[in-house]
């Protein structure tokens, strides 16, 4: 026979001497490297893959009978976001403000080396439902009729681990089965198809959105009041009756719909007239802000003293740990409160607008790009113009995106008595906080907390700035040391970071006091500088107010003075202004004295 190739093919006996070459050749190979794990005490138990466990559904026909239990935000936030899924005819329960005890399940359940907030938040969870069954609910029913909603991400940190770890808490403590949804920052529900429990659609994006609007202006309403209270306790008294009412308001609101007789004119332009009619609808409609006018005129009522020299310390750091008000971050709100501080929060609107405002960089950094592929020639002209067309589009998109939700934002600011702050401008904060952190460099906050060290010091806006963040939190470990060079740049910044956990809580409240006793000096040298700039004692400035009552109303808007921070000192440039305008001579002054 011959062996010759034919037409350049090996011939067939050739072959075959070639394939059983190769099978003894990897026969011995197997043979040696079994020897070799033999002696060296290696088992070969063979390649077990991982796999994401099944998790059964929450499906639509589930939504009357089933449970949706979230947390970890304020209760203030909460509570509006539980009237939210109720008005949009979800079963919904707030679970409690975490404690020091929710900490030690989730230690206990949980692996090692996780950061406090998985602590918190697992551990927390599970004590809710250990609850629950104390209270006679058969855990098979806790497992068929409630589900966890919460938020989840890849991250470059633990956070990309949460779900795991929500998973591994629940079944230790023995509740294999429950369900966990995850809302991703980039990758919208861990369900979407359109029989899913629950519908990630407009109507419950614009109801969660306003909730956490309102919630964030509310919230800083009545941290911006509580300090200057006249009467203790009025502002949480009223701060409690004005969020059952907004609560109710939430409750009660309708998804807006097209009737039935417009709908049928339509035809099949329905779902996009709709679509758009909701958008009008909270575009021009006013059922918050009036609702929302009713809350700061209960405000009003409370009488303030704003003659009281406090430091203003705002609060910045990793998302859980800067929001949370209890034991996740040592109670530190109302602690620096007791130790006379006004407490300037963030909201959680600024990290909306951040994480818009981010997706428009990257679409800015990888414009006309694809995985493998490069910016085509100049002269493909046709190219090009594609490529302008489909960037400038997705970015026109985000831009309005983005001036819708800051529109709707300051509008609610306005209706609420226009107290509390603006949101910060995302380009301003990119353009502070990039030369000493790159703000191409995600996780957690990014660049945000370096920009709002700088953003709240330099703007006249803080004497103060505290960073609350985990233990061990690698974006803010990379934050902090950036923080070095911006301290060292901006040589009257008084920044503090504090890393929370279970357990410490004394040693950061020592820290905290140390640094805030300058911040104290730092505010009550301002308010002297004022008065002496202006020529007016305090008792002078008392009777101004006296004798002006609206004055002492917390919706009075005092005007801030560019190189002045504090309330105290901002007040009494604003009495002098009036007293010059009214021609309040000293021989009046003194007769109000006197009287």
């Not at 040592?330 to 007791?338: A, G, K, V």
Request: hydrophobic share 40%.
């Amino acid at each position: 026979m011959s062996t010759q190739p034919i037409h350049g093919n090996p011939a067939p006996d050739l072959v075959q001497v070639r394939g059983s070459i190769e099978e003894i050749i990897h026969q011995r190979l197997a043979e040696e490297r079994a020897r070799l794990e033999r002696e060296a005490g290696l088992a070969n138990h063979g390649v077990h893959h991982f796999k994401r466990p099944a998790e059964r559904a929450f499906t639509k026909s589930e939504r009357g009978r089933t449970t949706l239990l979230f947390g970890g935000l304020t209760w203030k936030h909460e509570k509006l976001v539980h009237g939210a899924l109720e008005g949009l005819g979800y079963l919904a329960e707030t679970i409690p403000t975490p404690n020091v005890a929710a900490f030690q399940l989730g230690k206990e359940y949980g692996n090692n080396g996780q950061c406090n907030p998985t602590y918190f938040t697992v551990g927390n969870l599970v004590q809710y439902l250990q609850q629950l069954e104390e209270q006679g609910v058969p855990k098979q029913e806790i497992i068929d009729r409630y589900v966890f909603f919460t938020a989840g991400a890849c991250g470059p940190c633990r956070f990309g681990m949460y779900e795991a770890e929500y998973r591994l808490a629940l079944r230790n403590a023995g509740f294999d089965g429950f369900r966990v949804l995850l809302f991703q920052q980039s990758g919208g529900l861990s369900q979407s198809d359109a029989e899913a429990g629950l519908e990630m659609n407009l109507d419950f994006f614009l109801g969660i959105l306003n909730a956490l609007n309102c919630g964030d202006v509310l919230n800083e309403v009545a941290y911006q009041i509580r300090p200057y209270e006249v009467e203790a306790g009025a502002t949480d008294s009223r701060l409690d009756q004005v969020m059952d009412y907004m609560h109710e308001v939430f409750r009660g609101k309708q998804p807006w719909k097209l009737d039935g007789k417009m709908s049928s004119f339509l035809g099949g332009f329905r779902d996009t007239a709709e679509y758009m009619g909701k958008f009008l609808n909270q575009l021009k409609g006013d059922d918050y802000t009036a609702a929302l006018e009713h809350c700061r005129d209960r405000f009003d009522e409370i009488e303030v003293d704003r003659l009281r020299v406090k430091p203003i310390v705002k609060i910045t750091g990793e998302f859980w740990a800067q929001t949370t008000e209890g034991d996740g971050n040592f109670n530190m709100f109302r602690f620096l409160e007791r130790e006379g501080a006004q407490v300037l929060v963030e909201p959680i609107g600024t990290w909306i607008m951040y994480m818009i405002h981010q997706v428009i960089q990257k679409y800015r950094d990888l414009k006309g790009l694809e995985e493998g592929a490069v910016l085509p020639p100049v002269w493909k002209i046709g190219k090009r113009a594609k490529i302008e067309w489909e960037f400038r589009n997705k970015v026109a998109k985000l831009k309005l995106a983005e001036a819708i939700f800051k529109r709707e934002y300051h509008r609610i600011v306005e209706a609420l008595g226009g107290l509390a702050h603006h949101l910060a401008d995302q380009y301003e904060l990119q353009r502070m906080g990039h030369p000493f952190y790159n703000s191409r460099a995600g996780g957690g906050e990014g660049h945000l907390e370096v920009a709002k060290n700088i953003y709240y010091s330099n703007k006249d806006l803080a004497h103060m700035v505290l960073s609350l963040k985990p233990f061990g939190c690698m974006p803010s470990t990379q934050s902090d040391g950036a923080q070095a060079a911006v301290v060292s740049t901006f040589k009257d910044i008084i920044y503090l970071p504090i890393e929370t956990s279970g357990e410490g809580e004394i040693n950061a409240h020592s820290r905290v006091q140390m640094a805030l006793g300058e911040a104290k000096n730092k505010a009550k040298l301002e308010f002297q500088e004022t008065l002496n700039k202006v020529g007016l004692t305090v008792e002078e400035c008392r009777a101004f107010a006296d004798a002006h009552p609206e004055m002492k109303r917390p919706m009075y808007r005092v005007p801030h003075t560019k190189g002045i921070v504090g309330q105290a000192a901002n007040f009494v440039m604003h009495i002098a202004g009036r007293m010059k305008q009214e021609n309040w001579t000293p021989e009046r002054r003194n007769a109000v004295l006197v009287n």
